[in-house]
Every structure is written in structure tokens, then in C-alpha cells.
């Protein structure tokens, strides 16, 4: 009799496209030290994916996978991780694509914590896996229909207990903005949709009815039960509400905790359900606290929303599910589910660049018209799997049109995308607009080109001074725009935004800045964590010190981790709480106590930092092997003069404001530098070039891969050993976590 294995599956699925073999693989030599998720899908990808390979090679993989915490009971665990090679930025190096729904649990439950896609079919088809029964089918019948279609198709035969994740006409006509959507709207980016395309795989079925086994199951509980009561946020892990409150000490207009009285789920079955106040020590009405409906689209949208839903095992609910019946008029689907992005293009770019007369009201509240173009606009989006690279997309779209590009570069097409009606306050023309894009036929549809990114399309076009620009946010030249970059916590954003091949999706450091807690509380909690002067208030950043680079690496380091574990990193870490009692403070060993409670493996938070540690340098390590040198040679490790160049604009914004003074988050040259060698510093790596070091690779038990780089001459010098530059973590908020059941165990 096999030993039982805790929090893991156990098995990884290979399935061979070209050959059509099927096979199952032991994951127990990675659990140790890549946890799972983004570990065991990044280390795939460094073993078995050659330096140099074009995305859309047949030596490509896609990799899905989840980790230990998925599916286990844990709360905010149901999120998966898939690697491939970009497919839209400089040198299509390996990135992550992370979503939420329902399919990294379904994945556990079928008994699996990954699955590796290789070769590529002859013909169009969709992986089943139904337990431990994985099949090939054909899906000849599905190509060329919409993600909702597809996923309606594929429930209906296989039943409504399994999740599709599907790709789109984006992802089968290989554009570079493809994403894979499942359960609705929650969607994997940065070109994965394109990858399954080029393999000719329109979707991956999933179904599991197995359970998970825990070691100690008690433990969960009591530990859930602790970190939603007191703990646990909003969304973002925002723990004061929006409005002012009789419960509440603080409250801030920006927090995603909206509820409030008089807000109604109005469309809800059954009639209008009021949000209320939801209070801290009241776990049963946790999913009312953040009405993201409102939050996003802008009061009108209450009328239309019929709840908040989520993850699986989520019990925050930032899911909008939004009826609207115009929508369901021009696109045939009445329900969208917003989570993020898609849902804001128009109001937030549309409007600002293009100044669209007659859809915001006073003081920029959004309008019904508002809400109409944007629930359209994700309705189209999600249905064609387009992506839109953290809003890129909708900056493009915008920039070219108000800039005369489109007009220019389209010629007499031009007019058939019906700006005019869009000026005008009809957004219908974007359904044209988008469809056009995903059918990448830049031959005869060159608005496509939009879709392959700014570091295409702005060569394509001769408009690559819109990488300068401060309007476009894009925060690398190598193609990527910021997420939550120097407008949060200054070089603390800039210097996380650098270090991946896509925008970095961190939010650790995001959710600590729009907690809704006073600046001088949170600088008192940073000391705390992170060393004194690691927090700065908004736009009046101080020069860089080594508490904000800890504070940096954290947030790396928080989001690997929970990338690897798989959690939310829109909610976790727990760094702070909406209970008073406990002095706003959150508990940073969280992840640990889930991860000993689940696995039986006792790890303390510092063992798992440096875990993710290792998958971070890993991935580093990755990069430099196939990024090309300035003369086109694969392998090149001047991280710093090649990858880690952030782009002109963060230092010549606000031209009449000096850097570093109140009032703007404008970034010194000199003192940006000087912040990525403390990066480096802090990472063990080359201070000069950004690589990994022998030492640094060894210290993270990677001497195959300082091995590797050595005989290719890519090994930076020196490096600070690892416990040498380390800040300890375990329990330092300890004084404050009186009630943490784990602290008797």
C-alpha cells in the first residue's frame, strides 16, 4: 500500500500531442523545494524547454499546475499557475499566467498537481481529464467558437461538475494577445492563449471527484476559522470599509470594503439582498463586505448585479456577476463576471485620452452609458479569449485612435470602426473593433496588429516614442506596462515591475498601500516588517534605502510563494487586519501554519521565503539562458543593461516637479540605479550585472543550474551568502496573534 501523501496529489500528466501518449509522472523529488504551482511549472519549463525556443515551436510547453494549500481547505486556495514562453515580448522568454475559478481545484481533485502540454495535434482537439481517465478528443466541431459557446458545449457533454478552459478565436489564430478563460471570465494572460493554438488545443476539460488529503485537518479549520474572523479583509486584503461607519475607528474612499447600508445586490434571485455593514468577528458575512460591481462600473451597476461570487474557496467574493439587457442585445450573453480589468478600458482610457463628451457624471462617477460599454466590451473580450495585457490594449486603442496612428495606418478602413459612434457615446463599434483584432489578419485587418503588443506593433508603425510616454504605462521597453510600478511605494513598485518577462502581478505591496490605515500607522507597521523608513505616503518618495528594498524583495518573494502554494496574492499576505484588537496588525505565519497543518511538513515562513526565493532565481536564471545579447546571441547575462530597463517617462514626468519631492512619483536616475544594485544585493546576485552567482544558486541548493550557466560563461561574480543578507520573518508579529491556534500546537 502506497504512503499517503498530504496537500499534494502526487502525479503530474503528461500528455504528448504529437504522439498522442498519455502519461502519468511522481512529483515527490519537486515538493520540496518548488512547492508546486509556479515551482513545479517553472522548473518544468528550465528542464525541458531549450534555450531559444520560438513560442510557437513544437519544443514549447505548456505547463499547468497547483500546489499543496490548492483545494485543501484553505481559505482564498483555489487559484492555478500555467508557464510558457511569452509570446509577445522581447525574446519570448518564460512567463507565468495565473487565474482564479475553479480549475486548479478541479486539477487536485482529479488526482493531479499538473499537467505538461507538449508537440502539437494534427488536428484541432481538447484534453479530457475525467480522474484518472485522460483522453485526447477531437474538437474540429468546436474551432472557431467563442470561449462561452465552447465551454457550454463541453459542460453539456461532460457534465456541469467539470470546468472547461478554453481558448477562443484570439488563441486559434495565434495572436499574441490570447488568454485561456475558464469558469466564464476568469482568464490566464499573457499570450497562453496563443500557445494552446499553435498546438492546436482548443480546450482543457476537467473533472475530479477525489478528495484531498490532509495531515492534520483540525488544524485547518481552527486556522481558517481564526483568519477570517480577525484577519482577514476585502479584496486586497483592504481592512477598513469605504465609507464612514459606526463599527469603524478608520474608513477610506478608495478600500475595496464597500459595503455599506443601502447597497443592494438590487438584481439578486429572489429580490434585492442589502450588502449592510459586515463587521470584523463576523465570519457569516464576509462575502458581503466588497461590492465590486459598484466599486468598478460606478453606482449604476447596482441595479444590475445579481451577486458577488469568486475562486474556489474564496470566501471574500470579488466576482461581479452583472445582467444587463442591452448587452445581452448586441453580444447574445445578458451575464458577465468582472474581476479586474476588463471590466474599466472605457471609463478609464476611453475617456481620459479621448475625453468622450456625456458619460461621467459629477466628480467622475460613471454613468449607465459607462457601464454599458464596459460590461460590452467584456462580454466581447472574454467570449474571443483576448487578452489585454493589463490594459494595454485599451491605451493602444486609445492612443492611436487620438494620435491620428489608426487613421493613417488603416486608410480608408478607418472608417469602419465607427470612432464617430464611440465619440458619441455608443460603444457597440468595439465589437468590430476587438473581433478584428483577434483574427490577427494583419494582411487585410491591420488594426490586429494592436494585438501582438507595443513592441511590435509601435516598430510596425514607427511610433516607438510611445514607450517614453507617460500615458502609455508601459514600464519596460521589452513590452510589459506596469502593474501597481512607481505610483506604489516608489522605487518599491519600480524595482518588483523589472524583474519578470511580463507585468509582475505582485500585490503584496499594493494591498499594504490601499489598506485604507493612516500613513502613520502603516509607516509604524512597515518599521515592524520591513526596517525603518521602508514605507513612504503616496507621492512624496524619499531616496532609496535598504528597508525599501526589503520591503521590494518581500513582495516578490510573498507572490512566488503564493503563486507556488497556490493562494490569492489579491488578498494575501496577511500583513494587516480590520481588528482593532489586534492593533491592525496581520500575521505573516499563515502560510506557514496551512502549509504544516496540510502537508505534515513543520516549515517555518523563512523556510518558505526561501523556497520562493529559489523559484524566483530560478526563473532568473531561465532568463539569462535565452536572452539575447545586444548582437542577437542567445544567453546574455547583463540583466541590468538588457532586461531591468525601465523606461524614460518614470524620469521625466512632471517636468516642472523635482524627483523624490511632495507631490509626484517621479524617479531619480541616480538613485534608480542604486536601487537595483540593493536588489541585486538582496537577491545574492551580481551587483553589477543583476544574474544569479555560483554562490547565490548554490546557497538555494541549485548547483545543477549554476553548473549550467557556468559552462555557457553566464555566472555572474561574487554574491552575498544567504544568511548573510536575510532578514528573519518567523513570528515577528507575534506579540499581536494571541489567538492563533497554531501558537499552542
Known amino acids: ?445 491591420p488594426i490586429s496588429w494592436i494585438g501582438h503588443g507595443p513592441e511590435v506593433w509601435t516598430k510596425q508603425w514607427n511610433d516607438e516614442g510611445w514607450f517614453d510616454d507617460n500615458r502609455s504605462q508601459l514600464i519596460n521597453y521589452r513590452g510589459w506596462p506596469v502593474h501597481h510600478s512607481i505610483e506604489c511605494f516608489g522605487q518599491v513598485g519600480g524595482l518588483y515591475n523589472m524583474l519578470f518577462n511580463r507585468d509582475d502581478m505582485i500585490h503584496s505591496a499594493v494591498n499594504f498601500q490601499g489598506c485604507g490605515l493612516p500613513i502613520e500607522l502603516k509607516q509604524e507597521m512597515g518599521k515592524e516588517m520591513w526596517g525603518e523608513g521602508s514605507v513612504d505616503p503616496d507621492k512624496n518618495y524619499t531616496p532609496i534605502n535598504e528597508a525599501k528594498v526589503e520591503f521590494a524583495w518581500w513582495s516578490v518573494i510573498t507572490d512566488v510563494l503564493h503563486d507556488s502554494l497556490t493562494l490569492c496574492n489579491w488578498v494575501w499576505p496577511m500583513a494587516m487586519a480590520p481588528a482593532k484588537e489586534r492593533s491592525y496588525r496581520g500575521d505573516l505565519d499563515l502560510e506557514a501554519q496551512f502549509y504544516t497543518a496540510v502537508t505534515g511538513h513543520k516549515v517555518t515562513i523563512d523556510e518558505l521565503y526561501k523556497a520562493a526565493e529559489r523559484i524566483m532565481t530560478l526563473q532568473r536564471a531561465a532568463t539569462v539562458r535565452g536572452m539575447r545579447d545586444k548582437d542577437g546571441k542567445v544567453g546574455c547575462n547583463d540583466m541590468r543593461g538588457v532586461h531591468d530597463v525601465i523606461t524614460e517617462w518614470v524620469f521625466t514626468k512632471d517636468p516642472d516637479i523635482e524627483a523624490l519631492t511632495p507631490g509626484t512619483d517621479k524617479m531619480d536616475r541616480e538613485d534608480w540605479k542604486k536601487s537595483l544594485t540593493l536588489l541585486y544585493k538582496r537577491f545574492g546576485w551580481d551587483e553589477k550585472l543583476g544574474c544569479p552567482t555560483r554562490r547565490c544558486l548554490e546557497d538555494l541548493n541549485l548547483k545543477d543550474v549554476a553548473d549550467d550557466l557556468d559552462k555557457l560563461g553566464l555566472l555572474g561574480k561574487d554574491g552575498a551568502g544567504y544568511d548573510d543578507r536575510t532578514r528573519t520573518y518567523d513570528r515577528i508579529l507575534e506579540k499581536y496573534c494571541g489567538d492563533n491556534p497554531a501558537l499552542d500546537a
Open 1 to 445: 500500500m502506497a504512503d499517503i501523501s498530504y496537500g499534494w496529489a502526487g502525479y503530474i500528466a503528461r500528455v504528448n500531442l504529437s504522439t498522442g501518449s498519455i502519461t502519468e509522472e511522481s512529483d515527490a523529488e519537486l515538493q520540496k523545494d518548488y512547492i508546486g504551482g509556479m515551482g513545479f511549472a517553472n522548473k518544468i519549463m528550465y528542464d525541458e524547454v531549450p534555450a531559444g525556443t520560438d513560442w510557437m515551436d513544437e519544443e514549447n510547453k505548456a505547463v499547468l499546475a497547483v500546489g499543496p494549500l490548492t483545494g485543501a481547505g484553505v481559505p482564498l486556495a483555489g487559484r492555478s499557475t500555467w508557464a510558457t514562453l511569452s509570446t509577445f515580448t522581447t525574446d519570448h522568454l518564460v512567463v507565468d499566467c495565473h487565474c482564479g475559478g475553479q480549475l486548479g481545484a478541479k486539477l487536485k481533485f482529479s488526482g493531479h498537481d499538473g499537467l505538461i502540454i507538449e508537440g502539437k495535434a494534427p488536428k484541432p482537439v481538447y484534453i479530457n481529464i475525467d480522474d484518472d481517465k485522460i483522453t485526447i478528443e477531437d474538437a474540429s466541431a468546436l474551432w472557431g467558437k467563442g470561449t462561452r459557446e465552447t465551454t457550454e458545449a463541453l459542460c453539456k457533454k461532460h457534465g456541469l461538475d467539470c470546468c472547461v478552459a478554453a481558448i477562443g478565436p484570439a488563441g486559434e489564430n495565434l495572436l499574441p494577445y490570447a488568454c485561456v478563460i475558464n469558469s466564464r471570465s476568469h482568464s490566464a494572460g499573457a499570450g497562453l492563449g496563443a500557445v494552446l493554438g499553435s498546438k492546436n488545443v482548443k480546450a482543457v476539460v476537467v473533472r475530479g471527484t477525489k478528495a484531498v488529503n490532509v495531515a492534520d485537518p483540525q488544524m485547518v479549520a481552527d486556522l481558517s476559522d481564526y483568519m477570517i474572523a480577525q484577519v482577514l479583509g476585502s479584496n486586497n486584503n483592504h481592512v477598513v470599509p469605504s465609507t464612514q461607519q459606526s463599527w469603524a475607528e478608520y474608513y477610506d474612499k478608495g478600500s475595496r470594503w464597500t459595503a455599506r447600508k443601502g447597497l443592494y445586490w438590487a438584481a439578486a434571485e429572489g429580490g434585492p439582498i442589502e450588502t449592510g455593514e459586515p463587521k470584523p468577528f463576523e465570519p457569516n458575512t464576509m462575502g458581503y463586505r466588497c461590492m465590486k460591481a459598484t466599486k468598478d462600473l460606478g453606482p449604476e451597476a447596482e441595479k444590475y448585479t445579481v451577486k458577488m461570487a469568486g475562486c474556489h474557496g474564496c470566501p471574500v467574493r470579488c466576482y461581479a456577476q452583472v445582467k444587463h439587457p442591452t448587452v445581452l442585445e448586441k453580444t447574445g450573453y445578458e451575464s458577465m463576471g468582472n474581476t479586474c480589468v476588463p471590466n474599466f478600458p472605457f471609463s478609464s482610457y476611453m475617456q481620459s485620452m479621448m475625453k468622450v463628451p456625456g458619460t461621467a457624471a459629477e466628480d467622475g462617477k460613471l454613468t449607465e452609458q459607462a457601464v454599458v460599454y464596459n460590461l460590452l466590451i467584456q462580454a466581447t473580450v472574454d467570449d474571443l479569449g483576448l487578452w489585454c495585457n493589463y490594459a494595454q490594449l485599451y491605451r493602444d486603442i486609445a492612443h492611436t485612435y487620438v494620435d491620428g496612428i489608426l487613421e493613417r495606418e488603416l486608410g480608408d478602413q478607418f472608417a469602419e470602426y465607427g470612432f464617430d459612434q464611440i465619440m458619441a457615446g455608443d460603444g457597440t463599434p468595439f465589437i468590430k473593433i476587438l473581433t478584428d483584432i483577434a483574427s490577427n489578419d494583419t494582411k487585410n485587418k
